[in-house]
């Protein structure tokens, strides 16, 4: 039910929505300053992305002009970009449905299990033991797995934010060209030759199963 204000009431709705546009903006802010710091590739490749295909234009906000905007509009403000990375995955996370980022974390841990077979039992144990069994030739497969994974699980839930108040640009055949976009610009980004040329077949369906899981929720 919605009251009006002069009664001293406000719609759920109302708050729920106020509560969506400011962590929109929160993560806008986020991302524009992790870009514009340059200390990790992919934030630069992002913009970069939704700019090439006219989904997004950065502004030419300094890191130190974003973070006085942010202040301004009191937001938390992050001490570095380590700070930041943390602080913007847990705005996604809460802006996304839970029963997607549910969805997200069922999906990893499927995929360490279909990768690494003989080390299932210490996965099944905690995800702190499986990691500490790794040889280093698989720790160097995992570490690129969850950089591709990480990447494009941010690229997509950004894409959903912003899908969100704009479907009449961000349509499903924009969504899915964007995520093969973002495919082909994270295999370069992160894996050499050899390994692009072994897991391209991999990837590309990885691709595929995140583009359903993500569009189940922003489309259907």
């Known amino acids: 039910m919605i009251y009006s204000l002069k009664n001293?009431?406000?719609?759920?709705?109302?708050?729920?929505?106020?509560?969506?546009?400011?962590?929109?903006?929160?993560i806008l802010y986020l991302i524009e300053y992790l870009a514009k710091s340059k200390e990790n590739p992919f934030y630069v490749l992002l913009l970069e992305s939704l700019n090439e295909m006219m989904l997004y234009t950065p502004t030419?906000?300094?890191?130190?002009?974003?973070?006085?905007?942010?202040?301004?509009?009191?937001?938390?403000?992050?001490?570095?970009?380590?700070?930041?990375?943390?602080?913007?995955?847990?705005?996604?996370?809460?802006?996304?449905?839970?029963?997607?980022?549910?969805?997200?974390?069922?999906?990893?841990?499927t995929l360490l299990e279909v990768n690494f077979p003989k080390k299932k039992g210490?996965?099944?144990?905690?995800?702190e033991l499986f990691l500490s069994q790794l040889e280093p030739v698989e720790k160097s497969i995992?570490?690129?797995?969850?950089?591709?994974?990480?990447?494009?699980?941010?690229?997509?839930?950004?894409?959903?934010?912003?899908?969100?108040?704009?479907?009449?640009?961000?349509?499903?055949?924009?969504?899915?060209?964007?995520?093969e976009h973002l495919h082909v610009k994270l295999r370069?980004?992160?894996?050499?030759?050899?390994?692009?040329?072994?897991?391209?077949?991999?990837l590309k369906e990885l691709l595929g199963v995140y583009l359903t899981l993500y569009g189940k929720y922003l489309y259907m």
């Not at 001293?8 to 929160?26: A, C, D, H, I, P």
């Not at 403000?77 to 549910?102: D, I, R, S």
């Not at 950089?147 to 912003?162: E, K, Q, W």
Request: overall charge negative.
């Open 188 to 202: 370069e980004l992160i894996f050499n030759d050899e390994e692009k040329n072994f897991l391209e077949k991999g």
């Open 60 to 109: 030419r906000f300094t890191p130190a002009q974003i973070s006085a905007l942010m202040e301004h509009h009191s937001l938390l403000l992050p001490k570095n970009t380590q700070e930041g990375m943390a602080q913007l995955e847990k705005c996604l996370e809460a802006y996304l449905p839970e029963a997607l980022n549910e969805g997200k974390k069922a999906l990893f841990m």
């Open 142 to 179: 995992y570490e690129n797995l969850l950089a591709y994974i990480s990447g494009l699980n941010r690229a997509l839930a950004l894409f959903f934010v912003l899908a969100k108040e704009e479907p009449q640009t961000f349509t499903p055949e924009s969504f899915v060209r964007f995520g």
């Open 8 to 26: 001293g009431y406000y719609s759920t709705f109302s708050v729920l929505l106020w509560q969506n546009v400011r962590m929109k903006k929160e």
């Open 122 to 127: 210490f996965l099944n144990i905690s995800l």
